[in-house]
């Protein structure tokens, strides 16, 4: 008799165990499939920001063509000016501090994906290969010196974490020892990249 509940005792201790094994198994699955579908759904709102809206649409002409780069290249000269203290920030008009904002989005869209899910490197792959590659390739063209300035002062994850070795990245390390160290990093802190803190 004792054997016998014995035996069921630890049938049941099985079973109950095996219960919370499957129960637990079954919530991680679940909570994966949702983590992916958030980065899916986060994803494709950063694709159709990337391609549908108008000021991606401009970057991407700056980037592409050089006629559109060139009526550019002179606002990130004068920004440049003025973060090396050469000329007043006053130097930049309203239109021209646009053309700065639309930047800024740009390079803030090919960031935003970095901080998505770790877990998803094939996605992550996914948009590295569709939307950024290219696009981070001629930002650190040898003909763009203007924004590849840019968005190593005000981006430098852009500039690394995308472009691990890539040919790029080589590039990006010739620029670094041709372009003057920054100011101090307590100088800038709090600094928006548009115009900076001494406005």
């Not at 996914?126 to 300035?149: G, K, N, Q, T």
Request: hydrophobic share 40%.
């Amino acid at each position: 008799m004792i054997d016998t509940i014995q035996v069921i005792d630890l049938t049941l201790k099985a079973v109950l165990s095996i219960i919370g094994v499957s129960l637990s198994a079954l919530l991680y699955l679940h909570h994966r499939e949702q983590r992916r579908d958030a980065w899916l759904r986060d994803f494709r709102e950063l694709h159709k920001w990337f391609w549908e809206d108008e000021d991606m649409a401009e970057v991407r002409a700056w980037l592409a063509n050089e006629t559109s780069y060139q009526t550019v290249a002179p606002v990130l000269t004068a920004r440049r000016d003025i973060d090396e203290r050469r000329v007043a920030p006053t130097e930049i008009s309203s239109e021209q501090y646009m053309v700065l904002e639309k930047l800024d989005k740009f390079c803030n869209i090919l960031t935003s994906v970095q901080v998505l899910d770790p877990s998803f490197k094939r996605h992550q792959g996914l948009w590295r290969r569709l939307f950024v590659e290219y696009w981070i390739e001629e930002i650190f063209s040898p003909d763009r010196a203007e924004i590849r300035w840019y968005v190593e002062r005000f981006y430098h994850d852009l500039s690394t974490d995308w472009r691990e070795g890539s040919d790029a990245q080589r590039i990006v390390g010739a620029a670094r020892a041709r372009i003057p160290t920054a100011r101090a990093t307590e100088e800038v802190a709090g600094t928006n990249p548009t115009l900076g803190s001494r406005i």
